[in-house]
């Protein structure tokens, strides 16, 4: 199918470009920017008029719920809350169920996402088998299966000389480790260790849970020189250990979920069970710092941290509730609004969910160079939107955003160059 | 007279999904003189155990046409979900929950204040024990607070204070005798045998000598000052006997003023000045 998208302003962070530029696309590649190759005829013609044109999204963090817990989501039905929300490579952690530590479960997956045809979903092998945190994970097997890299799946390490021979281990295939730095001591609270959580009583999460992990994990990579990606960081000091590594020439990445950059520990307020996350919502400081992080790129990515859940997980009080967000529908409308209030330019907000990801991801993807893959998103940035449980595409519904008005709308999701989500179709099926 | 018809015909239920033996008696008490029908459920021992969720359990009582819940749960926040979650015309009065609150607590110590020392605006008061845990210290800092107290001092070692405590408007000691000097009031805190496996606390023999209220330490506040618990006491762990039994006590009028207090606000609750959560006043 050749496609030409017209009309719209094209940003494509990675080549530096943000100018009115139709696109061209064949055989599930871009095959023409401003000018289309010659002799090219279009089978369809996109109207992109007042719509922005950037490389579909990559999300380093999102949970797909199966295998293992279909009660709450499935491949299909994420993959295609994905494509709704502009997103075509989504990064799936190991603490499946069963575990991503063999490749048979990579495999599982890989047909799962065949048949949903929605999104593209890489996977994170287990760093330990189980992730049990005791002996390795067969991590060359799991590479030669298709794993983009190795994590700890949010269950942290506890013992320091597993998770070294781990890293050591992973760095012979030359994978990167994505970690959670989380002490599972300090870790075992519900929230912000601050004065909210000693206001409403509730067991506190310190900032040094993961600035602790942090510093243990910075001096494993300085004598290892393993590539090491921090996910999801909450707060000030931990951007802080993460810039001084980096400026030092470590091989060190981060990210952070888009809701740290929106929200703080006073959203818990009444005890809303929708605000509880791991890790937990911090300060205004830890948001602000977060903010910069994000701008200046110590912070390389902003993911979703999608977790979404069925209603019982979150209605009981606060602190028997599951933890997370469901987060892929308003992942770019989130990205927008921080344009919007001027934290970084709309540019760099875009890079930080498509390029950047990439290169974390070490990925030819991400950005719209002629012969890329087209993977594009094509959104209206002005179409303004309330948040409610009907328009999430997302099979969880449990979003602290519900309520909140939001500008940008995905009109059309290409994935290599198929067109895989279409506004105009599914404002048909909102009730 | 000791009964009184304000609630005839209403059905309180007493919700406890944590063991409790005064609270839970008062508020039958309260209830009973007050001519309510009550029902007393010991939710731990029972559906929780079955894997009935709490909103389950909570539909279940509703349907059964009760007027008032009276909620003790082990979570934070567990009354205020309670509440807004249940028909708006039932209401829920919070008997602890968490490390959050204890209103009804705190609404009795400062009416046994009031009994003694009715000035709160030159009040000098400290809570010594474990602040970390306690929903009762919390409440009462509140309500002191709310009060216009003079001076609210919190003493404890810093294990057993929450982060940014002075946050909730009072100053801390870990000195207790720096921290009872010239004050009105002491109000000792229950402390829990579990603290010492959290390495909170090294051995209780360690907290009594450095934070027991002893007679030669309640010596260092005002000659009048009056020695408050919640309940219930461990003697020789946070309070020496001779203290909790001692002139200076008000620990049992503490108990006896439960009752009326708990009354008073089930009046007012059952009344028709109920507000539903959500719907300001």
Redesign the interface.
């Known amino acids: 199918m050749r496609i030409a998208i017209r009309g719209g302003r094209l940003i494509d962070p990675a080549h530096g470009v943000d100018a009115p530029l139709d696109l061209f696309i064949a055989e599930g590649r871009i095959v023409g920017i401003g000018q289309a190759p010659d002799g090219f005829t279009a089978d369809r013609e996109m109207d992109a008029r007042n719509c922005m044109v950037c490389p579909g999204l990559i999300d380093l963090c999102a949970r797909l719920r199966e295998p293992g817990q279909e009660h709450k989501a499935t491949i299909a039905s994420e993959t295609r809350a994905a494509a709704a929300a502009g997103v075509t490579t989504l990064v799936c952690p190991p603490d499946t169920d069963p575990v991503i530590d063999e490749p048979a479960v990579v495999e599982f997956i890989r047909r799962r996402v065949k048949a949903a045809g929605q999104s593209r979903v890489l996977t994170l092998g287990a760093l330990t088998h189980r992730l049990r945190g005791e002996r390795l994970a067969e991590m060359a097997a799991l590479k030669d299966a298709g794993c983009v890299g190795v994590s700890d799946g949010g269950r942290p390490l506890v013992n320091t000389l597993v998770l070294r021979r781990a890293l050591e281990y992973a760095a012979t295939f030359d994978l990167t480790v994505f970690l959670t730095p989380l002490d599972p001591w300090l870790g075992h609270g519900v929230a912000h ?3 909210i ?8 999460i ?1 900032a040094a849970a993961e600035t602790g992990a942090i510093a243990r994990d910075l001096e494993l990579v300085r004598d290892i020189g393993v590539r090491v990606h921090f996910g999801r960081l909450s707060s000030a000091r931990s951007v802080d250990l993460v810039a001084r590594a980096q400026a030092e020439g470590l091989p060190v990445t981060a990210d952070v979920a888009v809701h740290h950059l929106h929200l703080t520990e006073m959203d818990l307020a ?2 809303d069970s929708q605000c509880h996350v791991q890790p937990p919502l911090r300060g205004l400081r830890d948001k602000d710092a977060l903010r910069v992080g994000v701008a200046g790129g110590v912070l390389g990515a902003i993911c979703s941290d999608h977790q979404p859940h069925e209603p ?1 997980a979150k ?6 509730t599951e933890p997370g967000i469901s987060g892929l529908d308003t992942l770019l409308a989130l990205n927008l609004r921080l344009a919007r209030d001027g934290v970084l330019p709309l540019s760099v907000a875009l890079e930080r969910l498509t390029w950047g990801p990439a290169r974390i991801l070490g990925l030819d993807s991400g950005h719209l160079g002629l012969g890329a893959l087209a993977d594009v998103c094509v959104f209206d940035p002005e179409a303004d939107w309330r948040v409610t449980a009907h328009a999430l595409c997302s099979r969880g519904q449990n979003s602290p955003f519900i309520g909140w008005e939001l500008q940008g709308r995905v009109m059309h999701t290409l994935m290599e160059g198929r067109v895989v989500y279409e506004w105009a179709k599914h404002a048909l099926e909102i009730p | 007279m000791k009964k009184l018809p304000t609630l005839h015909g209403k059905t309180v239920v007493n919700l406890f999904f944590e063991a409790s033996t005064r609270t839970r008696t008062t508020f039958e008490l309260a209830a009973k003189r007050l001519s309510a029908d009550v029902l007393t459920l010991n939710i731990a021992a029972s559906s929780a155990v079955k894997g009935e ?3 389950d359990t909570l539909q279940n009582i509703e349907a059964m046409q009760c007027d008032m819940f009276v909620v003790r ?1 082990q ?4 009354a ?2 309670i509440a807004r ?1 249940v028909k708006p015309h039932i209401a829920v009065l919070n008997a602890g ?5 204890h209103p009804t607590q705190a609404m009795l110590d400062v009416f046994t204040i009031r009994r003694h020392k009715p000035d709160f605006p030159n009040l000098q008061i400290a809570i010594v024990g474990d602040i970390l845990h306690s ?1 009762v210290a ?1 409440s009462l800092i509140h309500a002191l607070n709310i009060l216009g107290a003079a001076d609210i001092r919190v003493i404890a070692p810093r294990t057993l204070l ?4 002075e ?2 408007g009072v100053r801390v000691f870990h000195d207790i005798k720096q921290g009872l000097r010239e004050v009105d009031v002491v109000v000792m805190l229950r402390l829990q045998r579990e603290r010492m496996e959290g390495a909170l606390l090294p051995s209780e023999q360690e907290f009594f000598q450095r934070y027991g209220l002893t007679g030669e330490r309640l010596a260092l506040a005002k000659p009048d000052a009056m020695v408050m618990h919640p309940g219930p006491i461990n003697r020789g762990v946070e309070i020496d006997s001779r203290v909790a039994d001692g002139p200076q006590s008000v620990i049992l009028e503490q108990v006896t003023n439960g009752i009326a207090v708990r009354m008073a606000i089930m009046s007012i609750t059952l009344g028709h000045h109920a507000h539903p959560v959500g719907e300001e006043v």
Do not use: C, K
């Open positions: 260790e601050g004065q959580a000693t206001r409403m009583g509730l067991s506190g310190p009444g005890f019982d209605q009981a009080p606060f602190g028997d | 969720s709490l909103l749960h979570q934070s926040g567990a205020e979900f979650h929950d968490g490390r959050h609150a929903r919390r929450p982060a940014q405590v946050t909730l």
